[in-house]
């Protein structure tokens, strides 16, 4: 089963305006972590934002807020104001606790989605 | 501050050949990973390691190793390059710190490889 779901392959939006892009987790751990990373045409991976499962606010940092839904098991990453330099690919990832073959307990396995390319139009 | 380094930025190999990809980060991170990155797809987990001696699979292991020798190195090793691994390589590190699962990942600039 997926562990992290973009059900939207493209979005395309106005220069100014908000959009929001979809991301659906699967796990069965009350503790991890979510995260947004924006990955540009030059191919950089950029942190954007993070969210614990235990936050009880939604995670903001400047243009970019997080929508928290955990009953619904959804992070959807929502930006303000649209610039043109928001073009790029979008990656949610979640991170939970894993196994190591060593015995112990990591919490280091992070698993991305498939992406959503986001075009912004002036 | 380098952050994570990635060599080399491009490489074509043939069928059947090896290479080491490398990677050191100078952060003095406890995880490190490898991701490949097919065209217009998502990051898949290669192998990652919480630290020096420790290494575990992720999702698309068959084909690679890894070790980690040093809490700064975890060079990537293709044996028997196939078609198949015609991808972008990715490393990142992230620290292991008291907010555990906050930690972003630090990624390097990948390596392309083509294998022909």
């Known amino acids: 089963a997926q562990k992290i779901t973009q059900t939207q392959p493209g979005m395309f939006v106005q220069e100014k305006e908000a959009v929001t892009l979809d991301c659906t987790y699967d796990?069965?751990?009350?503790?991890?972590?979510l995260f947004w990373y924006k990955q540009p045409s030059s191919g950089e991976m950029i942190f954007l934002i993070y969210?614990?499962?235990?936050?009880?606010q939604n995670a903001t940092e400047g243009r970019y807020s997080l929508n928290f839904q955990k009953a619904r098991k959804s992070a959807n990453l929502v930006i303000s104001a649209s610039q043109l330099g928001d073009s790029a690919m979008y990656f949610c990832?979640?991170?939970?606790?894993?196994?190591?073959?060593?015995?112990?307990?990591?919490?280091?396995?992070?698993?991305f989605g498939q992406g959503t390319i986001l075009t912004v139009h002036p | 501050n380098a952050g994570v380094t990635q060599t080399p930025k491009f490489r074509i190999l043939k069928i059947g050949q090896s290479m080491t990809l490398q990677c050191t980060q100078d952060?003095?991170?406890?995880?490190m990973y490898w991701y490949r990155q097919d065209p217009g797809m998502g990051l898949k987990l290669i192998y990652y390691s919480v630290g020096a001696g420790i290494t575990d699979k992720g999702e698309v292991p068959n084909g690679y190793n890894v070790s980690r020798s040093t809490t700064e190195d975890f060079p990537l090793r293709l044996e028997l390059a196939a078609p198949s691994q015609t991808s972008v390589y990715f490393c990142?590190?992230?620290?292991?710190?008291?907010?555990?699962?906050?930690?972003?990942?630090?990624f390097g600039n990948g390596t392309r490889l083509t294998v022909t």
């Open positions: 990142a590190s992230s620290y292991r710190g008291f907010g555990q699962f906050g930690s972003p990942l630090h």
């Open positions: 969210q614990g499962s235990y936050d009880q």
């Open positions: 952060m003095n991170h406890n995880y």
């Open positions: 990832a979640m991170r939970e606790r894993s196994l190591t073959n060593a015995g112990g307990t990591s919490y280091g396995k992070l698993t």
């Open positions: 796990t069965s751990d009350p503790s991890y972590g």
